[in-house]
Antibody, heavy 121, light 107 residues
Framework: QLKLQESGPGLVKPSGTLSLICTVS??????????WGWMRQPPGKGLEWIGS???????YYNATLKNRISISADTSKNQFFLEMISVTAADTAVYFC?????????????WGQGTLVSVSS | EIVLTQSPATLSLSPGDTATLSCRAS??????IAWYQQKVGQAPRLLIS???NRATGVPARFSGSGSGTDFTLTISSLQPEDFAVYYC??????????FGPGTKVDV
């Protein structure tokens, strides 16, 4: 069974960099046509797509965040990463890593449990 | 950007009732809508893809319909475990997509 696990600091200072790792087990980042991505959910609010990576190289970003984020992957470790710079309190959220089935007619079929990242001094 | 609107924001029902949730897109998304269920403290779970296809393991009481700009998620005979927040997601612009604001189904 595929499992995704987020890891990283739970507290980041304003103007700092948020860095998260998603470790995938029971599956491979290289599996086509899967896409791997990051979502976030501010406390008490809805879901926001951050971005996705395909084939460890092709990236797609939310237009409102693209100037501050970078998603990359290491297939040898079966991990993918999120880096977000210049964070503010508005970036406080639960961050989920996900697997997308890879087509418009499908959906996000696997989610990590989520990790809360707070931005505070 | 395609904007999704969900209504109502909150739906207050009882076990055994039928829930009808609406998702409206700001432009034609064909049938490229997915629905997710999120319980408190949990990650979302995929229920429906391509507007009407139930995901693996999803009970038959969950059904989806619609095309174009108007979509509906129907939950027949609500069970206690169905009280949750439901989100629609448009995948017309996949791999870039957006979510609706959610509908909370509570008692």
């Amino acid at each position: 069974q595929l499992k995704l696990q987020e890891s990283g600091p739970g507290l980041v200072k304003p103007s700092g960099t948020l860095s998260l790792i998603c470790t995938v087990s029971g599956g491979s980042l290289s599996n086509s046509p899967d896409y791997w991505g990051w979502m976030r959910q501010p406390p008490g609010k809805g879901l926001e797509w951050i971005g996705s990576i395909y084939n460890a190289a092709n990236t797609y970003y939310n237009a409102t965040l693209k100037n501050r984020i970078s998603i990359s992957a290491d297939t040898s470790k079966n991990q993918f990463f999120l880096e977000m710079i210049s964070v503010t309190a508005a970036d406080t959220a639960v961050y989920f890593c996900v697997k997308d089935e890879g087509m418009a007619v499908t959906g996000i079929d696997f989610w990590g449990q989520g990790t809360l990242v707070s931005v505070s001094s | 950007e395609i904007v999704l609107t969900q209504s109502p924001a909150t739906l207050s029902l009882s076990p055994g009732d039928t829930a009808t949730l609406s998702c409206r897109a700001s432009q034609n998304v064909k049938t490229y809508i997915a629905w997710y269920q999120q319980k408190v403290g949990q990650a979302p779970r995929l229920l429906i893809s391509d507007a009407s296809n139930r995901a693996t393991g999803v009970p038959a009481r969950f059904s989806g319909s619609g095309s174009g700009t108007d979509f509906t998620l129907t939950i027949s005979s609500l069970q206690p475990e169905d009280f949750a927040v439901y989100y629609c997601q448009q995948r017309s612009s996949w791999p870039i997509f957006t979510f609706g604001p959610g509908t909370k189904v509570d008692v």
